[in-house]
């Protein structure tokens, strides 16, 4: 039996990349459909082979996390791409991916984008803006305005959160995701400008997710992502994502306290002290009103957009 991970699922066939870098064509034992277990691009396996393109999925060995859109399970790193300008830089945006990944346990890091076209007073504000993420601990990767950054700078900017690790790309459409991918690796030859519409969003074409080698690590290369999982985040755990109001609610004075309406609320306090960032605060407070507004659903869970 060999130890290995899904890089790809397409047409019933998964592809494995063995512990020595091979990969191999394998289909699922049929014991999986049976379970309803769908294995996921990500998922850590064991498997047979007869030749590379005749193996046997085994088994599925326990998944750390599992992202719906894109579906990859075990995923290390969310590397956030957020463009300066076009479309302009949203902090609410942001922090809505940050929430989704703080919520699984995936470590954030955010990439900004078109720096090179920004005009002096929108560097300078999103600047301000990136130090809020990285006082509160965030890697934030930069780079100067009016520079295109080469392979090289893209590479030792990422390679720390990439190498060993899976990652996913995430970022609105526009954002220059595909763009910044076929840098890294001009072989992948992405399309760019593509938008999620004409990919066929909404409609039950369902896109291949794939994992591509890069950096010593392995990296999604999905056209968009939707996985903000609003629809099973609890009230009372909104402020374990957000790591600098989590830390101040420690002194709050009532238990379970969700820094909105309560007394002595200590994080409202750090606010209003300037400790913690007003913007910050206010996106919260948007978020738990989306969680506490929310109506049950019945629908099939990951199943909207
Ligand atoms: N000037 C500039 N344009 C960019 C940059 N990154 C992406 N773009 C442009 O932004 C548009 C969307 O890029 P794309 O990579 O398709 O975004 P995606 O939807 O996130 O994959 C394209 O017209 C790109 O040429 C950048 O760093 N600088
Ligand atoms: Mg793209
Ligand atoms: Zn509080």
Same mark, same amino acid.
């Given at each position: 039996?060999?130890?290995?991970?899904?890089i790809k699922a397409l047409s #019933?066939f998964y592809y494995?990349?063995?512990?020595?870098?091979?990969?191999?064509?394998?289909?699922?034992?049929?014991?999986?459909?049976?379970?309803?277990?769908?294995?996921?691009v990500?998922?850590?396996?064991?498997?047979?082979?007869?030749?590379?393109?005749?193996?046997?999925?085994?088994?599925?060995?326990?998944? +750390?996390?599992?992202?719906?859109?894109p579906a990859v399970?075990?995923?290390?790193?969310?590397?956030?791409?957020?463009?300066?300008?076009?479309?302009?830089?949203?902090?609410?945006?942001?922090?809505?991916?940050? !929430?989704?990944?703080?919520?699984?346990?995936?470590?954030?890091?955010?990439?900004?984008?078109?720096?090179?076209?920004?005009?002096?007073?929108?560097?300078?504000?999103?600047?301000?803006?990136?130090? !809020?993420? +990285?006082?509160?601990?965030?890697?934030?990767?930069?780079?100067?305005?009016?520079?295109?950054?080469?392979?090289?700078?893209?590479?030792?900017?990422?390679?720390?959160?990439?190498? #060993?690790?899976?990652?996913?790309?995430?970022?609105?459409?526009?954002?220059?995701?595909?763009?910044?991918?076929?840098?890294?690796?001009?072989?992948?030859?992405?399309?760019?400008?593509?938008?999620?519409?004409?990919l066929?969003?909404?409609?039950?074409t369902t896109r291949h997710v794939e994992l591509?080698?890069?950096?010593?690590?392995?990296?999604a290369d999905t056209p #968009?992502?939707?996985?903000?999982?609003?629809?099973?985040?609890?009230?009372?755990?909104?402020?374990?994502?957000?790591?600098?109001?989590?830390?101040?609610?420690?002194?709050?004075?009532?238990?379970?306290? !969700?820094?909105?309406?309560?007394?002595?609320?200590?994080?409202?306090?750090?606010?209003?002290?300037?400790?913690?960032?007003?913007?910050?605060?206010?996106?919260?407070?948007?978020?738990?009103?989306?969680?506490?507004?929310?109506?049950?659903?019945?629908?099939?869970?990951?199943?909207?957009?």
């Amino acid at each position: 039996m060999e130890k290995g991970q899904i890089i790809k699922a397409l047409s #019933g066939f998964y592809y494995i990349q063995s512990e020595s870098g091979k990969i191999y064509q394998t289909r699922a034992r049929g014991i999986f459909r049976k379970d309803n277990i769908t294995p996921l691009v990500g998922d850590y396996v064991q498997f047979f082979f007869e030749t590379e393109k005749e193996g046997t999925l085994e088994e599925i060995l326990p998944r +750390k996390n599992e992202l719906k859109r894109p579906a990859v399970a075990n995923v290390d790193t969310g590397i956030i791409i957020m463009s300066m300008t076009d479309p302009a830089f949203s902090p609410s945006l942001l922090d809505r991916y940050l !929430v989704s990944l703080e919520y699984n346990a995936i470590q954030p890091v955010i990439f900004i984008t078109k720096t090179d076209i920004a005009s002096e007073d929108e560097y300078e504000k999103v600047e301000k803006e990136c130090q !809020v993420y +990285k006082d509160i601990g965030y890697t934030v990767i930069l780079p100067e305005r009016q520079v295109e950054w080469s392979t090289d700078e893209i590479h030792a900017a990422l390679e720390e959160s990439v190498s #060993g690790k899976t990652a996913v790309f995430m970022g609105q459409s526009g954002a220059g995701k595909s763009t910044l991918l076929n840098k890294m690796d001009s072989s992948l030859q992405l399309k760019i400008g593509e938008t999620s519409k004409s990919l066929g969003r909404g409609r039950h074409t369902t896109r291949h997710v794939e994992l591509v080698p890069l950096l010593g690590g392995l990296i999604a290369d999905t056209p #968009g992502f939707s996985a903000l999982q609003f629809e099973i985040i609890e009230e009372a755990e909104l402020s374990s994502c957000f790591p600098e109001l989590w830390e101040m609610g420690m002194n709050c004075r009532f238990n379970g306290c !969700v820094h909105q309406n309560e007394p002595n609320c200590a994080v409202k306090e750090a606010v209003e002290a300037g400790d913690i960032a007003s913007f910050r605060y206010t996106n919260y407070l948007s978020l738990l009103e989306e969680i506490q507004n929310r109506k049950p659903k019945y629908g099939k869970k990951g199943d909207r957009t």
